[in-house]
């Protein structure tokens, strides 16, 4: 393919990746911009918006029934909006590294625009590598737009690192100092978001015709299996049957046309509430509607852009009555998108330092080492919900069902897995998460099992969220528990949290059959939580020793075995 002449008309594409809008989207604007010639009647061009339904990507390597049929839902409607526009969205299935050539020859594409990814996500990187090779080779001119933050996250105007000396490895590790950084950025303003392009805004020359090739996939079983993997080497595994189980439904449905009508509902709508939102006040055992705004699914995939979620939640506490307190973040609304910024700058400065190293213990910047234990048994059962403790089973019914928790189920499930009863590697459980949530993110997911495991950026091990008392003083009745875990729902509430402190009549009486139709727990929380604390406070001094320059063995006696230590006293998190 040639290189483009300067009296030739740009024949331009945008490849939507994670930012599946309209609104707000620099980078298909540009796009659009360069096929209208820049409003030069003669030089207009084509424009062709592309999405790949790639099985090798984040979104889909691990992938649920629900979060399957969630993208494709986006993808959908991104294609319907497109129409309204005139235009339509070509869909394709493969690697983008062969795809994208055949299609460039096809339609004579000289220029591509796309959403960028800052994080350094290891398959992203190696797919934009190879695909920028080719394009280089075909004179295909590239361009990459930072649309996935309120700021760029990089070394580039406005970004973060460019504010930080240039160093990614400067970037701040705790919320306050981040909070700092962001203030310091503009005096802290947000860009206001771009409006979506009108029909008026696409070339005359785009197809509208009736071209059935390149259609959005309608049905899950529809995506092709990950390339170079076998069935048994990856998850959650999945077939024609599951996709059609009713049991098994997104808690919100997916696309950018629901995303701004849910914003316009939960936050513009409500000014009182939205100004005076506090996550931690939220409930987490609500059965009939979330306590919380259920706009993460929608970020996560770009849907909607966290400007517009900003201004929008700035406009509503700007008309919220007088009377209402103001939250501030980082417990605020404005807080929970000033945490997902926080979370990605931390992906990108881990993996500025050592790439791939974000989702890994090992060789992690942000990471302290722990000697997890692995047992297979355990994560099955934590896992499919059979741990014999209500409330986390319940949370994670509720994953499997629906792909969403709220977020100290969230807590509790992985205190559980990790260091509060199970011992087990917070990477499984980041990766069973990366499977099953609607709203799995690279960066926040990894993030979150960081913190939760006390393995980094929060170090309080000693807090202990309890898989019984944690939620009995908001959900006393165990309604919660009666929908997600049904064989227990005839219980009496005082058995409803320990069922095993019942009697057989009692049991009985609730169609209840521990180790049949219920598991009893799988572990004593009031001893291995003591076990598992005395455990971390060990990796700790492992640590500090390593971090001084010892080689960490100073605190292992000479027969192998952890030395004794006074514990620090338990805090159970009620």
Known sequence: MSALKSNDAVVAMHWFRKGLRLHDNAGLLYALSLAKGNNDANKVGKFYPVYIVDPNCYQLL?????????????????????????????????????????????????????DADETGEPYSVERDGAVQKVAMQMGVEMMAFQTETLRPLGNV?????????????????????????????????????????????????SNVDDDEKYLPL????????????????????????????????????????????????????????????????????EVSSPSTTVLSPYLSLGCISPRTVWHAVADATKRASSKTNRSKPPVSLHGQILWRDFNN????????????????????????????????????????????????????????????????????????????DLWQSWEAGADHFEGELLDADYAINNFNWLWLSCSGFFYQYFRCYSPI??????DPNGNYIRK??????????????????????????????????????????????????NKMSLAYDMHKDQQAGGNGASS?????????KKPKTQTKLK
């Not at 692995?374 to 319940?394: C, E, F, H, M």
């Open 218 to 285: 309608e049905h899950p079983w529809d995506i092709p299996w990950p390339r170079g993997y076998k069935r048994n080497e990856i998850g959650p595994v999945w077939d024609r049957k599951d996709c059609l189980n009713a049991s098994l439904r997104p808690i919100v449905p997916g696309g950018e046309t629901i995303a701004l009508q849910r914003l316009e509902q939960v936050v513009t709508a409500r000014p009182d509430w939205t100004a005076s939102f506090e996550k931690p006040k939220t409930s987490c055992t």
């Open 484 to 533: 997600w875990v049904p064989e227990l729902a005839n219980l009496p509430a005082k058995y409803i949290y320990e069922p095993w402190t019942a009697n057989i009549s009692i049991l009985n009486a609730a169609g209840v059959k521990l180790d049949k139709n219920y598991p009893r727990p799988i572990v004593d929380h009031a001893i291995v939580s003591k076990e598992n604390m």
């Open 62 to 114: 691990k992938c649920s029934v629900n979060r399957a049929k969630f993208l494709l839902e986006c993808v959908q409607d991104l294609h319907s909006s497109l129409k309204v526009r005139g235009s339509r969205l070509y869909v394709v299935t493969g690697d983008p590294v062969e795809v994208l050539p055949k299609l460039w020859s096809e339609w004579g594409v000289t220029n591509m625009t796309y």
């Open 345 to 420: 700058l931390m992906a990108h400065s881990a993996n500025a330092q050592n790439p791939g190293s974000w989702g890994r213990m090992e060789g992690n910047p942000y990471c302290r080492s722990v000697p997890w234990s692995s047992d297979p048994k355990l994560l099955a059962a934590w896992k499919g919900g059979r741990t014999g403790y209500p409330w986390i089973d319940a949370c994670m019914a509720q994953l499997r069902s629906e792909g969403w928790i709220h977020h100290l189920g969230r807590h509790a499930v992985a205190c559980f897995l990790t260091r509060g």
């Open 157 to 205: 105007p406005g970004g973060y690192v460019a504010n930080l000396g240039g160093l990614a490895s400067n970037a701040p590790s705790t919320m306050s100092s981040f909070q700092q950084l962001l203030s310091r950025i503009d005096r802290g303003n947000i860009p206001v978001p771009l409006a979506a392009p009108k029909k008026a805004d696409f070339p005359q020359h």
């Open 556 to 564: 292992i006696k000479s027969d192998g075995s952890p030395p004794k």
């Open 469 to 474: 008392a944690f939620q009995k003083k908001n």
